[in-house]
């Protein structure tokens, strides 16, 4: 197993010996990761927290990390982030960007999400109008479409004709970020 951590919020990982080399993201603050080659002695492997540039925090003064998108001391944006807007963390009250997955402090994600399905009959009187109701009012409680999977069904009506129909399912997703 290779141990390193992220150099933007510090976060451990292991990974196995065959993941060296290999790029990913840091699912706490998004910071692109490259997993160390473990053919190196740990002596020669060049730290992550050793790679930071002269970029200093506009908040606290700490040295920023190369590639983070946050300080990892006060968790404030760095220039990566300027004009994102930021919210304050529902369970530790620190600021958080509006994209984020979760809180780079604490881990708690900051969305929640839920699935909508809704269905359509040119023999159903009514249903596309009720599907689009439905559809509204979940936006209207601040919900977004993140996506959306149409399925097309074939039935019999009462008089044993065959018809169709449409079932549409959607992803939703809506941010536990507040303003104070």
């Known amino acids: 197993m290779i141990a390193f951590n992220c150099p933007g919020c510090h976060k451990d990982f292991q990974a196995k010996d065959e993941f060296a080399g290999r790029k990913t993201k840091c699912p706490q603050c998004g910071t692109a990761l490259l997993v160390p080659n473990s053919a190196l002695p740990p002596a020669s492997q060049p730290s992550p927290r050793a790679e930071a540039t002269s970029a200093s925090c506009s908040k606290c003064g700490e040295t920023l990390q190369t590639g983070a998108r946050f300080c990892s001391s006060c968790g404030a944006p760095t220039s990566k982030q300027q004009g994102v807007p930021l919210f304050p963390c529902h369970a530790c009250g620190r600021q958080v960007s509006s994209q984020a997955a979760s809180c780079p402090a604490c881990g708690q994600p900051t ?22 109701q439905k559809l509204d009012g979940v936006r209207n409680e601040g919900w977004e479409v993140v996506e959306e999977n149409d399925e097309e069904d074939t039935f019999q009506t009462r008089d044993g004709e065959d018809a169709w129909g449409r079932t549409t399912k959607y992803k939703l997703r809506r941010s536990l970020l507040k303003p104070r």
Do not use: A, V
């Open 111 to 132: 969305f929640e999400y839920s699935t909508l399905e809704t269905y359509y009959s040119p023999w159903n009187e009514g249903s596309k109008e009720r599907g689009q």
